[in-house]
């Protein structure tokens, strides 16, 4: 079946511009995450939604970071005012059950570039 | 902080069992043991999970230690495409017994040679 779909898999952008980043999750997956991975870094972990709601925020790593989700379903992340910090693949993942028995399951990620 | 260690890199010759370890000393009676690869320009890719005892699927086995404070991934047969980055990951339970993050650390880079 389809994965873990995001959009646009790449994005460049200049500094200070605002951008959006979409997750598609595999149907009927109630929980997903959003990580970062820089270039030549471990995945970095930024927020986890269960439904619609937002139970861990911890990782994100400024106010100029947020992300929705509606319906239980897509979510986007939201980046302002991005610097060139904020250049990295961001990836999201979804998962079936509100157990940790329920792999999470990743898209390709999209490679955001700020110039 | 990621509660595993693991080794930085490591070799393999195409057609052979490549033999991934883990260290996770500190883990906990309720905390899964969940196995990731990453291939270049890809998003993580689910391998395995285990709590106390061995796993098998179609890609690979997963061998927990008795005590849990270890584990190994078995790759059967490697192949040139399973080079990759593989992370062992203690899943946290963050949310009172709902779904814990997956927090990453470094990895072990396999390189499978012909």
């Known amino acids: 079946g389809a994965g873990v779909s995001q959009s646009p898999s790449n994005k460049v952008t200049e500094k200070g511009k605002d951008v959006e980043l979409r997750c598609d999750p595999i149907s009927g997956h109630t929980a997903l995450y959003w990580y970062r991975q820089s270039l030549g870094q471990g995945l970095e972990f930024l927020i986890y939604f269960q439904g619609n709601s937002a139970p861990d925020k911890s990782g994100l790593p400024s106010d100029r970071f947020s992300a929705e989700r509606t319906g239980g379903s897509v979510s986007t992340l939201t980046i302002q005012r991005t610097q060139q910090e904020d250049s990295a693949v961001y990836l999201c993942a979804s998962s079936l059950a509100r157990t940790d028995n329920s792999p999470l399951h990743f898209g390709n990620g999209t490679r955001l570039t700020v110039t | 902080d990621a509660k595993t260690t693991q080794p930085t890199s490591m070799d393999c010759a195409e057609g052979r069992a490549a033999n991934l370890p883990c260290n996770h000393s500190t883990i906990s009676g309720n905390e899964y043991v969940y196995w990731y690869r990453q291939i270049h320009s890809q998003g993580p890719q689910y391998i395995i999970h285990?709590?106390?005892n061995n796993e098998t699927n179609e890609m690979a086995s997963l061998i927990i230690t008795e005590d849990r404070k270890s584990s190994t991934l078995i790759l059967p047969h490697a192949t040139l495409r399973d080079t990759a980055v593989y992370y062992c990951?203690?899943?946290?339970?963050?949310?009172?017994?709902?779904?814990?993050?997956?927090?990453f650390g470094k990895g072990t880079k396999l390189s499978v040679k012909p």
């Open positions: 990951i203690v899943r946290v339970s963050n949310y009172g017994g709902s779904q814990g993050n997956l927090i």
């Open positions: 285990g709590l106390k």
